[in-house]
């Protein structure tokens, strides 16, 4: 039987790897430690098809190591200490465990003993944030490193790799006059491009006709994709386009919607806190001062849906959804730390004034450390109009309020306070 595609390709070497050049490059961190032989246990967190996998299988190789692999899906306690049992007769061991959010905590404090003890090398993968869903004993022993959604020069060059390097496709001779099909509905994800291209090629190649080329479309690859759905990963595409939608619903203003795509989800078997996070997000992104009762009732839904779990989490949920979906909108807090975050881009560490620097000891002092500073309580409305901003960006506005009426309050008050300063 022919193994996937994706299988095929899995490199074998850093360098072969597309994508996460940050960790993998020439003198990326994975690269040095690799060289190095000293391997520090880790969390690979980044999401589906991205490398996290492979790069495990590459550090076993290439430091020699007896390589281990559970899946958190279907491995148990008792997996983990029959590895670590075998893992004590090895001079170097790794164990790889995919998807180790889904470990409970009993499951992790099984690797705790023999993580701290150097018995195991650990490498979780994790499509979740490792700080919500890995305890912190365990995570205070590995390192986490974040794996990044290849953009669209990665998936180009994945797509020309398989279609010249792959013992299969290489017979087909596959020309690929478009791409855009292929890497949007990749989504980032290297292994779900591969399958996508595996599924194209075999039923569009011209049968009888080795002479004649492959031409890959755009219109090609929809056409096919539309055909062959039942081929395809209900959890993959599917996935992003119903969450997709349900974002959109509640940001949109339309409770209707929005309680349709929550159902489709839950019938789907989404996990319940993937919904209560994406919740939490969307309460600051898309709500934010607005309303911020919004992110309050979506922290208390994260935390209810964690105690109780399906079925009667779908109530909670449902509720959650239906208030954020009513509620009034802002996203002026994640245009205000967009524009805070280009500014750290555009002018770097700029000085910190010295009036509000602080100055705990003697020698800060005589600097000047803290002289001049005006403790805002000491004066009228406990407000002084002393700078706070660096020097070189004195007047810059990073945050406007919004257009409601909780917004429009703050606009009023920071007005007053601020009139010659900002333009509210």
């Known amino acids: 039987m022919q193994s996937p595609l994706a299988e095929r390709l899995r490199p074998q070497q850093l360098h072969d790897l597309v994508g996460q050049q940050h960790l993998t490059g020439q003198g990326g961190i994975l690269q040095k430690a690799i060289a190095s032989g000293n391997i520090p246990s880790m969390i690979l967190w980044g999401p589906p098809g991205v490398g996290k996998t492979t790069i495990a299988n590459i550090i076993a190789h290439n430091v020699h190591a007896t390589y281990y692999q559970l899946s958190a899906i279907s491995s148990g306690v008792k997996d983990v200490r029959e590895v670590i049992e075998q893992a004590k007769q090895e001079t170097k061991a790794i164990l790889f465990i995919d998807e180790i959010h889904r470990f409970n905590k009993g499951q992790q404090d099984a690797l705790l003993g023999a993580v701290e003890k150097g018995i195991i090398t650990l490498i979780g993968a994790t ?10 004993a365990l995570l205070s022993r590995c390192q986490v490193f974040v794996l990044k959604a290849l953009d669209e020069k990665d998936l180009i060059q994945l797509l020309q790799k398989a279609i010249t390097d792959d013992v299969v496709l ?3 001779k596959i020309k690929l006059k478009e791409t ?11 292994r779900k491009l591969l ?12 049968e009888g006709r080795e002479q004649d080329s492959l031409i890959i479309t755009d219109e090609l690859v929809l056409q096919t994709i539309q055909q062959k759905m039942a081929l395809y990963d209900k959890s993959g595409e599917q996935h992003y386009d119903i969450i997709s939608a349900f974002i959109k619903s509640i940001r949109g203003s339309d409770p209707n919607a929005a309680v349709y795509w929550l159902a489709r989800m839950i019938e789907g078997g989404e996990d319940v806190k993937f919904i209560a996070r994406r ?12 309303n911020p009762n919004a992110l309050l009732l979506a922290n208390a839904t994260f935390e209810a849906v964690n105690k109780i779990g399906y079925p009667e989490s779908q109530l909670i949920l449902s509720q959650c959804v239906i208030y954020l979906a009513s509620s009034a909108k802002s996203n002026t807090a994640t245009v205000a730390i967009g524009n805070a975050m280009a500014a750290v881009k555009q002018f770097g560490d700029l000085s910190v004034p010295l009036h509000i620097r602080n100055a705990p000891t003697k020698l800060m002092k005589n600097m000047d450390y803290g002289k001049g500073y005006q403790y805002s309580h000491n004066y009228e409305n406990n407000f002084s109009s002393q700078e706070y901003l660096p020097e070189k960006i004195v007047g810059t506005t990073f945050y406007e309020p919004g257009k409601n009426s909780r917004e429009e309050e703050m606009r009023k008050f920071l007005k007053q306070l601020w009139k010659e300063k900002y333009n509210y």
């Not at 855009?180 to 290297?190: I, P």
């Open 127 to 136: 499509t979740e944030n490792p700080s919500f869903e890995v305890n912190s």
């Open 180 to 190: 855009e099909a292929l890497v949007r509905l990749s989504g980032g994800d290297a």
């Open 195 to 206: 399958n996508l291209l595996e599924i194209v090629a075999p039923s569009n190649s011209p």
């Open 170 to 172: 290489k017979e087909k």
């Open 279 to 290: 919740l939490l997000i969307l309460a600051s992104e898309d709500i934010g001062n607005a």
